[in-house]
């Protein structure tokens, strides 16, 4: 196995946003759009990965339309999701990556008198300290950010004793709230 020429600590971005995306599918969505920064970062990347592989492994075909890469501002986002809801396909479920993404798309969705965990599931990618407080509490891709300081501490140690450098993936996991937890509401007909 050839070694790294640089070490690094990382999330598993691929893992978590399958993982999320996945739950949504289990609950019936199919539109689920998808707002995040731009290809030339490697999370974004990898989250990209995550997201087409989960759709794949159900056997459901993408909507391009609902992938919006571009940056992770709040302005980006509450673009996207304004344009999202004005589309033919309109979004049961969004993921959103970053807070800053987050927050723009809250914002266009209450501006829409669109209600989160109802009208529409969500989850964040990224954990903030306010998602489990704020109603509906937010479902979201947790990345340990402390774990990361420490493993990045300690492969900095290692390496400076001499070590080879390595890549270490630390692992994130979904966590399910209010904001993704209905299945998704269907009209009848009349």
Known sequence: MAGYAYGSVTANHFGGIKDAVNHLINQGHREIAFITGTADVLITRERLKGYKKAFAENGIPINENNIRLGNFTE??????????????????????????????????????NLTIGSDVAFIAIDEWPMFDVILPQLSSVYRDPEMIGRESARLLLEIMRGAKPRKTVIETHFIMRESSANKVHTKKKA
């Open 75 to 112: 302005e980006f986002s509450e673009r996207q999701t304004y344009l999202l809801f004005s589309s033919p396909h309109v979004p049961t479920a969004i993921l959103t990556g970053g807070v800053g993404a987050t927050a723009g798309a809250i914002r266009a969705l209450r501006s829409l």
